[in-house]
């Protein structure tokens, strides 16, 4: 939202204004440009208690879905009239229930370019991947000299993945953080936004090792724009009952250089405990992946795509 203000948009979020906007925690914080909200806006999203109508949709130019595709579907019908762009986020959903809407307009901006892989896949109007602003986070230095992961619910939503991160980090300092971990050891639970900005700065080193079937996450992200050394989970690695992987960050990480890829608990002991103990090799790979990272994910690629992208459905 703060990038589309930035590009000179107008910009409203029905989601700032319900009750999960005000979770406490590690959640990520409400967007700035909520503080420019439209008064009038606000006033017409009150009238409406919820019920999206097409009066109130034609106050706006275009609507942009993160996601929730149910949405859509359910208000197909007082959107249609307008540029609808669902924005994908790389999991969790059939893409061909959206085909039919597609078919009668519906723009799609992927995530991640691996999306394609998926069997569902219904092609995109754009990719435009995520973003960090570099300004925000770092400069990495090391202090901390431990292993540092972030996953919510670890074992519930990755048990296959967690049993590889406690083969790898066995007899390595290292610290677990997200919720509904507490039977996990070194959980350390639901940090600060601004504490968790700091413990990328800190770390020894970021272990990405969960969700490897999906194109890329934020944490992956905010750790490497960080500087922080990255060792993930590499394409040899297999855990069963998952979908056809989408992971991009095997395509983005070139092993060596500007981080690790492993592909067994052993492979990533080794590298971890190699990183930690090696401060040259940690900062020629913290050099590097920032690099890659600010190229890849930096808010002015983002900027940059999404004016081109607004301009070719003719929105300036």
Same mark, same amino acid.
């Given at each position: 939202m703060d990038l589309l203000y930035? &590009? =000179?948009?107008?910009?409203? #979020? +029905?989601g700032v204004f319900s009750?999960?906007? /005000?979770r406490q925690g590690n959640w990520r914080p409400r967007p700035r440009v909520m503080e420019h909200? !439209?008064?009038? &806006?606000?006033e017409e999203f009150v009238k409406i208690n919820g019920a999206i109508t097409r009066e109130f949709v034609d106050l706006f130019d275009a609507v942009l879905v993160m996601?929730? +595709?149910? %949405? @859509?579907?359910?208000n197909w019908e007082a959107l249609k009239h307008k540029k609808v762009i669902w924005r994908t986020i790389g999991q969790g959903v059939d893409e061909q229930a959206a085909k039919r809407l597609k078919d009668e307009g519906l723009l799609v901006v992927g995530w991640s370019h691996a999306e394609a892989k998926q069997s569902s896949f219904i092609g995109r109007d754009a990719v435009i991947y995520s973003y960090k602003d570099a300004r925000l986070y770092g400069p990495w230095t090391g202090q901390d000299g431990g292993i540092l992961t972030f996953s919510n619910a670890y074992k519930q939503r990755y048990p296959h993945e967690l049993e590889f991160f406690e083969a790898s980090v066995k007899g390595l300092p290292y610290k677990l953080g997200g919720g509904m971990n507490e039977d996990i050891q070194?959980?350390?639970? +639901?940090? /600060? %936004?601004? /504490?968790q900005i700091s413990m990328y700065s800190t770390c020894g080193a970021y272990f990405y090792a969960h969700g490897s079937y999906i194109p890329y996450t934020l944490n992956f992200i905010e750790s490497f724009i960080t500087g922080a050394p990255v060792?993930? *989970?590499? #394409?040899k690695a #297999? %855990?069963? =009952?998952?979908? !056809?992987?989408?992971?991009? *960050?095997?395509? @983005?990480?070139?092993? =060596?250089?500007?981080? %690790? &890829?492993?592909?067994?608990p052993a492979e990533a002991h080794d590298i971890l405990k190699e990183v930690l103990n090696s401060p040259a090799l940690a900062a020629k790979i913290s050099r590097a992946g920032r690099n890659t990272a600010v190229e890849k994910f930096g808010k002015e690629t983002a900027l940059s795509a999404w004016k081109s992208f607004f301009h070719t459905i003719g929105i300036s």
């Open positions: 930035e &590009l =000179g948009h107008t910009v409203f #979020s +029905l009750p999960l906007s /005000d909200c !439209v008064e009038p &806006l606000k996601h929730d +595709l149910e %949405f @859509i579907q359910r070194n959980a350390i639970g +639901l940090v /600060d %936004f601004a /504490d060792i993930a *989970i590499g #394409s #297999s %855990f069963p =009952g998952y979908p !056809v992987s989408c992971n991009e *960050i095997v395509d @983005i990480i070139k092993h =060596g250089e500007n981080g %690790f &890829l492993v592909n067994t």
